[in-house]
């Protein structure tokens, strides 16, 4: 027997399972929707082991929703940084905020109040819903797809939206009235431990006998996704800018958009037949209305966004003239080298910072 949509009979050998292998996450602690919501914000492309120490960090700092809606931005993102994906925090402090002044402090108990709040997607709704309040809503990530892309055998691309539709009115029909929460984080338990992207563990599969991919041995081909097109690759000059009294001129980045709110070096994409020193001094003065001598190159970093890779190359320069301006940027300072570290930067900033602490040290 293979599952078809109108079909929900493993219901019970999936719970069954979870109750005697479940790992005990900090999040699972109880049934607190704060909780639960702050896990699935920080588990969105995020692997469990790396949001542990984070989910810790800001549940000791922020035990309530209104402890984190109080909360500066700035404080926030630099608790988050090293996680990534920086709206996430900026829509976390948001969605606090909300809750906090709009709710009194307690979280929307349906799908739809869920909804309505920043960050929250049909997925995490979902998964608020059914774990904290007990509503029998489905959940679909990528572990689930792929539980269900190998059930059906799915062959069509499940990157497609019609097919990603499918999947949905697929979760909804299997979702059960009796434990949706524990279904649904049973399902996503599945896909991490049993249900592996490479070399399922179909032996120790709770619902193999019932999984078409399984059957024909189609597993390493579902699920089905087309091929990625090439990831572009940018090169970006920031420029390390000392003033006589030896500190450095940091920027904060715009509020929306990329790593937005962090603090970086300034500086920007080389365009087209430009050096990266042309580069730097044209972005500076856009974005700062100042002029530097720019000089030799002080490191190199290379870093992959979700859609794009860069090759950072950070300057040391000395700054010549101009009163810095927040043109292109949201606002600017002048720090002191061990100062760096009470702003949040992004991962490719911080390598920068990295190697400025270990030749300090060396010259120490």
Known sequence: MTYTMNDHPFAADLLHWYDANRHPLPWRANRDPYRIWLSEIM???????????????????????????AAPLDEVLKKWEGLGYYSRARSLHRTAQIVTEQHGGIFPNTVEGLLAL?????????????????IPAPVLDGNVIRVFARLLDLPDDVTKPRTIAYLWEVAEQWTPQTRPGDYNQALMELGRVICKPRSPV?????????????????????????????TPHYDVAAGMI????????????????LLGGLWEFPGGKQESGETLEACLQRELREELAIEVSVGEVFAVVKHAFTHFRITLHAFTC??????????????????????????????ADRAVIDALEKRRGMLL
Do not use: M, N
């Open 43 to 69: 588990l969105q492309q995020t692997q469990v082991e790396t949001v542990k120490p984070y989910f810790e960090t800001f549940t000791s700092a922020y035990p309530t929703v209104r402890d984190l809606a």
């Open 118 to 134: 920043p960050g929250i997607g049909r997925y995490t709704a979902g998964a608020i819903a059914s774990i904290a309040y007990d």
């Open 202 to 230: 179909c032996g120790d599969c709770p619902i193999r006998a019932g999984c078409a991919a399984y059957a024909h041995g189609t597993q390493s081909e579902r699920p089905v996704k087309a091929a990625k097109a090439k």
């Open 318 to 347: 000395r700054y010549i003239s101009g009163e810095p301006q927040a043109l292109g940027v949201q606002a600017w300072r002048w720090v002191t080298p061990d100062e760096l570290r009470t702003y949040a930067f992004g991962k």
């Open 242 to 257: 000392w003033d006589d009294s030896g500190r450095l001129l940091i920027a904060q980045r715009p509020a929306e958009g």
